[in-house]
């Protein structure tokens, strides 16, 4: 009885290792799809992620890789672009003496938890308007991940020129963003036949262009106060309070 339990537990083991490893084989071949990218790729993305009133052709072919399709969504720069910037927002903070030790975890929630959300609420959109489209998750989380570099360049825009730079790099960067979006799921959701449809599909394209704004803002300002790359005079202030406050006692205890 129990030597007829081995040989079937050696049956059945090897059986279930190779389904996972052949499991785990294939979602690796799946997101390697979305990292075959090269160093033209990425330049060229870039110019059209930051310059999208210039391009004229949003339609794609599903088949072709990032490298090899200037419109395909990929993830190599959303991630990039996401480690860059709570890099350069933890830099930020220090430089305003705000930096602490969960401000890097704390960023990286917020990004995190911003992307799923918007991914959630967009397929909860498509599928509540009755609109049907081929684009899958990952490519939603790609084309939503976009939104880190616009606000990667706030953050460096910031600690570079003020707030003043700050802010108008705010606000180009999300129409810039929202105006990518809007223009790449707009040929990536097919134009219904019914007038009713096709005025649905414009009212959820213009509610995602307007939500740029507020998650550009969201990443940015919201949650961290004031954003400015100048040391104000009241931070300055507190920090150098208790050293004068040392000195002070140091020098009563020296006349005593």
């Avoid at 917020?110 to 009755?130: D, N």
């Avoid at 219904?192 to 414009?202: C, L, V």
Wanted: aromatic share 18%.
């Amino acid at each position: 009885m129990t030597q007829a339990g081995l040989m079937a537990a050696q049956s059945i083991i090897p059986g279930y290792f190779n389904y996972d490893l052949s499991w785990t084989k294939k979602v690796l071949q799946y997101l390697k799809f979305y990292f075959k990218v090269d160093n033209m790729y990425v330049l060229n993305k870039l110019k059209v992620l930051l310059f999208p009133f210039r391009r004229e052709r949003w339609g794609r072919d599903p088949y072709q890789p990032p490298n090899q399709e200037i419109n395909a969504p990929d993830l190599y720069i959303p991630v990039m672009a996401f480690i860059t910037y709570i890099i350069l927002f933890g830099f930020a903070m220090s430089n305003n003496f705000k930096f602490t030790p969960d401000t890097l975890g704390k960023t990286m929630s917020t990004g995190s938890a911003l992307i799923m959300f918007e991914v959630l609420l967009l397929k909860s959109m498509l599928f509540l308007c009755g609109l049907n489209s081929n684009i899958s998750i990952l490519d939603i989380v790609a084309y939503t991940g976009y939104i880190f570099v616009g606000a990667a360049i706030n953050v460096m825009v910031g600690i570079c020129l003020g707030n003043y730079g700050f802010y108008i790099s705010l606000f180009l960067t999300s129409l810039f963003m929202a105006t990518f979006l809007k223009s790449t799921l707009k040929a990536e959701i097919p134009r219904p036949a019914d007038g009713g449809s096709q005025a649905t599909r414009n009212y959820l394209l213009l509610s995602v262009m307007l939500l740029q704004f507020f998650f550009m803002f969201f990443l940015c300002v919201y949650d961290y106060g004031h954003f400015s790359t100048g040391v104000s005079e009241e931070t300055m202030y507190q920090y150098q309070q208790p050293e004068e406050e040392v000195l002070y006692t140091l020098s009563q205890g020296f006349e005593e």
